[in-house]
């Protein structure tokens, strides 16, 4: 299945649109990012509603990973991309080539 309708299909089923998943994966397309970045890409005010609602089932679709993956609340818990969003993201033109690590 192309990137960009799995995007489709992970936003669909997290019930949350895809501008805003795009942003979540564009701010974590540089270094690993912390969730509050993210959070605020996405425009969403609720940490827990978003670590839920974003985060957990991003990385649960391998669009996300943890620097931590053993601490997922940690607070110096990080994240950045799978090979999934960054072929997404180059799709779109969306990943620069100093982000492309």
Do not use: C
């Amino acid at each position: 299945m192309p990137a960009d309708k799995l995007l489709n299909v992970v936003a669909v089923a997290l019930g949350v649109p895809v501008a805003q998943v795009a942003a979540i994966l564009e701010a974590a397309s540089g270094q690993p990012t912390s969730r509050e970045k993210l959070q605020h890409a996405a425009h969403m005010k609720h940490r827990e509603h978003f670590r839920k609602a974003y985060i957990d089932p991003l990385i649960a679709a391998n669009w996300l990973r943890r620097t931590i993956p053993d601490k997922p609340t940690s607070r110096l818990q990080k994240y950045h991309l799978t090979d999934k969003s960054r072929a997404w993201l180059r799709e779109r033109n969306l990943l620069t080539e100093e982000a492309d690590l």
